[in-house]
């Protein structure tokens, strides 16, 4: 299974910005998805995560009304809109799928794309 991010880039405090996360191999639309997040100097935090449905999302308490997840099983894509982007959301941002092989684990990883957000 491969996973390959892209949208990310240099944007200032308030913009918007849109990631793709493209999934080839395996059966995507059996995975459940999320994206996470590793700011400089921290651990990596879980951002978002959506059913293999997409029928149920969660969010972390500091993206909540800001960031959309979303996915597209015919394209095998997963997508986070983040709206109002804020400096504290400069980070790595990885996305991920839980193909349940391992009880509450992701096992598959994207190589993560920057998002850096100037004030």
């Known amino acids: 299974v491969h996973l390959v991010e892209s949208g990310g880039g240099l944007v200032q405090a308030g913009d918007s910005l849109r990631l793709s996360c493209a999934v080839s191999?395996?059966?995507?639309?059996?995975?459940?998805m999320g994206w996470f997040r590793q700011g400089p100097g921290k651990e990596r935090d879980v951002v978002a995560s959506i059913s293999w449905s997409g029928d149920s999302a969660y969010y972390a308490d500091s993206v909540k009304g800001r960031f959309t997840i979303s996915r597209d099983n015919t394209k095998n894509t997963v997508y986070l809109q983040m709206n109002s982007l804020k400096p504290e959301d400069t980070a790595i941002y990885y996305c991920?799928?839980?193909?349940?092989?391992?009880?509450?684990?992701?096992?598959?990883w994207g190589q993560g794309t920057q998002v850096t957000v100037s004030s």
């Open positions: 991920a799928a839980d193909s349940k092989k391992i009880a509450g684990a992701y096992d598959y």
């Open positions: 191999g395996g059966t995507f639309t059996t995975y459940k």
